[in-house]
């Protein structure tokens, strides 16, 4: 099994930053999963912002992008997700999760959350005007 624990979460005024963490460990864990971030606003379907590779290839929708950088540290067993220029649609749980990667002929892609099996609990990010 794979354990997720975000972190980071909190409410900051439109243009501000947040940096979320994900904690991994368990005994199915190792660094050659993909992980992601996901998030779910309300009364929307859960959407992936960000996902990154084991070796470090990057994915991002457009609405983030040039905003919101993923990282990993594979020898701490973390996933972070700087966020910056924060905007009120950015509102939403942000959830981290863990899975095999998705791969198109493009390359890596988010996927769907179907694509992840292991999930965290969910971190709230509120962005005020």
């Known amino acids: 099994q794979v354990q997720l624990l975000e972190s980071g979460g909190g409410s900051v005024r439109a243009g501000g930053s947040l940096r979320l963490s994900c904690a991994l460990s368990?005994?199915?864990?190792?660094?050659?999963?993909?992980l992601a971030w996901f998030r779910q606003a309300p009364g929307k379907v859960r959407e992936g912002v960000a996902a990154?590779?084991?070796?470090?290839?990057?994915r991002y929708i457009d609405s983030v992008k040039g905003r919101f950088t993923i990282t990993r540290d594979n020898a701490k067993n973390t996933l972070y997700l700087q966020m910056d220029s924060l905007q009120p649609e950015d509102t939403a749980i942000y959830y981290c999760?863990?899975?095999?990667?998705?791969?198109?002929?493009?390359?890596?892609?988010?996927?769907?959350?179907?694509?992840?099996?292991?999930w965290g609990q969910g971190t709230q990010v509120t962005v005020s005007a």
């Open positions: 990154i590779d084991s070796d470090g290839s990057t």
């Open positions: 368990g005994v199915g864990y190792n660094s050659a999963y993909c």
């Open positions: 999760a863990a899975g095999a990667g998705v791969y198109r002929d493009g390359g890596m892609d988010i996927g769907s959350d179907r694509d992840y099996p292991y």
